[in-house]
């Protein structure tokens, strides 16, 4: 009996390896080109962490050609959500992080290195796994876990490094006929990888992000397929990631110290390994303190909220490419309207302790992305979400003609309007151009430089008879305030009044600030003048009524 007779009793069915080697060949692709997966597993919500991951590897394969696939990693069947593919799937949608090949549904996919779920691949581990054994490089152990629970409470006794090792690894020292024997007798078992390392030997290695990590070498004899049958996520990604030829492994930091582990098994495999890229979490600012965004404590770590608060796709995945490499602020400083896939990400140049997350400056990113938006594309998205999450926004914007108006004051000029970060916001933005939901509205110039009630009742009843003519143009319509203002003893401009302070009552911004507020309640809004043409003559007479006789 020799390792071989003992990998065909374990696995009579399975395939040679050839086969597979044969089925998915190595692609042909442009020197150079990148192959990425995002490869999570569908345990949950999605989180910010996983689209950041999913965005970075399909930014480098797409910026050099090359291919970025979505592969689900569910052999932990336990922790398996109903859905989880296809939420993450549509997650990527909403977020334009489509892949160019992988998983399409719960159950479809498409491409050529399926299937790309590994519930569905565990004959094509166990044929490696097989391959292993036959060259006594893996093997079946027999330690039920209260033998290993044992180990460990022996190791921690005894103060030393946990874990299925050297003289603690029983089974790897059965001979193979007493491994063969016990298989056949019914025994209940595992197959472990037979580690060729020793820990008190160092291995060097460079990751794309990290730069050079040092690690002592692995000596752990690792599960690599479970008792049900399915590989773990060590055995199962050498392998996916070797057929498939992903050339860079993107993944999330907390498998750095694995990478010990996967490049023996690549080498023992005999597969070339793929370069890795360790990206550090997101961290977000806590009081002063630095700490890992987290699923329980931060709604912004989900996905989802997003989509809820209505922060545009574009501005988010603007915003991430913005944390990832700090060259994004220049590069965008120098090229305000180019598209973000011409941005060239480099994968070295990221954070190796975590970029810090920061939900106002996400909001200023929207902001601009926003203010590049035509008035129908603000249209279109905001009755988008309100149909969803705000009934009341949704009737405001029935009247399109109208809501495109508004949407269109301060738009697609030099210096676009800014003062919509995310479709929640448009209602409040808006909410005064309605006379509908204004009315009754309590409006007050309490805080303003000019408060006094008569004096208030004078500008509106003067500019209303006088000054405002619907026709005027943006020029007349200001030289006409300036008149008024100059009638009623204010500066016409603001540099005489900051001349000769002692001259006037005030200036003639502090007059428009009355116009402003009377007619909108705010003292912030986008051109008065656009927002006048929009109202007309009959709502600005009625509004600036409510404060004289
Ligand atoms: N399924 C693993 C995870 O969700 C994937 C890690 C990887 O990308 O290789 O953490």
Redesign the pocket.
């Known amino acids: 009996m020799d390792y071989k007779d003992l990998a065909e009793l374990i696995f009579p069915e399975v395939k040679d390896i050839s086969y597979y080697e044969e089925k998915y060949p190595r692609r042909e692709l442009k020197e150079g080109a990148i192959v990425t997966?995002?490869?999570?597993?569908p345990t949950g919500v999605m989180h910010i962490g996983g689209l950041y991951?999913a965005l970075i590897s399909k930014k480098v394969a797409l910026q050099t050609q090359g291919v970025y696939f979505l592969r689900i990693?569910d052999t932990d069947q336990k922790r398996e959500i109903e859905n989880g593919t296809m939420e993450i799937i549509k997650s990527l949608k909403s977020f334009n992080i489509e892949s160019d090949e992988g998983m399409t549904s719960e159950t479809e996919s498409k491409g050529n290195y399926g299937p790309y779920k590994q519930s569905e691949r565990k004959e094509i581990y166990q044929a490696y796994a097989k391959h292993l054994i036959s060259q006594g490089k893996a093997y079946p152990c027999f330690c039920r876990a209260e033998d290993v629970e044992q180990i460990r409470e022996k190791q921690e006794n005894a103060k030393i490094r946990p874990g299925y090792y050297g003289v603690w690894a029983k089974c790897r020292n059965n001979t193979v006929e007493e491994m063969a024997q016990k298989i056949k007798n019914g025994e209940n078992y595992i197959i472990r990888f037979k580690s060729p390392g020793r820990e008190d030997k160092k291995i060097k290695h460079k990751d794309v992000i990290k730069g050079n990590v040092e690690f002592p070498e692995n000596d752990q004899d690792i599960v690599i397929i479970k008792a049900d049958g399915l590989p773990t996520?060590h055995f199962a990604?050498c392998i996916d990631d070797h057929l498939m030829g992903t050339t860079h492994?993107?993944?999330?930091d907390?498998?750095l110290s694995s990478v010990p582990l996967h490049l023996q098994l690549f080498y023992e495999l005999g597969f070339k390994a793929p370069k890795y890229a360790h990206i550090a979490p997101i961290m977000k600012n806590d009081n002063g303190n630095k700490r890992k965004l987290s699923k329980r404590k931060d709604p912004e770590a989900a996905v989802s909220y997003y989509e809820k608060e209505g922060i545009p796709a574009d501005a988010v995945e603007e915003y991430l490419l913005n944390i990832a490499n700090s060259t994004f602020e220049n590069w965008r400083r120098a090229n305000k309207d180019k598209d973000i896939s011409e941005f060239e990400l480099q994968l070295n140049k990221m954070s190796v302790s975590g970029a810090l997350f920061d939900m106002v400056k996400l909001l200023d990113v929207g902001k601009t992305v926003i203010s590049k938006y035509t008035a129908e594309e603000v249209y279109n998205k905001s009755l988008e979400w309100a149909k969803k999450y705000d009934k009341e926004l949704e009737e405001m914007l029935q009247d399109k003609e109208y809501s495109l108006k508004i949407f269109s004051i301060e738009r697609g000029n030099a210096k676009p309007r800014k003062d919509i970060a995310k479709w929640s916001d448009v209602k409040d933005s808006i909410i005064y151009m309605y006379n509908k939901k204004y009315e009754g509205k309590e409006v007050t110039h309490e805080n303003q430089v000019i408060n006094n009630k008569e004096e208030i009742e004078k500008i509106l009843k003067l500019y209303i008879e006088k000054y405002y003519n619907e026709s005027d143009d943006k020029q007349t319509w200001f030289d006409k305030i300036k008149e008024l203002a100059g009638e009623l003893g204010y500066a016409k401009e603001v540099k005489e009044f900051k001349a000769n302070p002692d001259k006037y009552k005030a200036h003639v911004g502090d007059v428009s600030t009355v116009l402003r507020v009377a007619l909108t309640g705010r003292t912030n809004t986008p051109d008065l003048y656009e927002i006048m043409k929009v109202l007309g003559k009959e709502t600005i007479r009625d509004r600036f009524s409510l404060f004289h006789k």
């Open positions: 997966r995002y490869a999570p597993s991951q990693e996520y990604h492994v993107i993944r999330g907390e498998w």
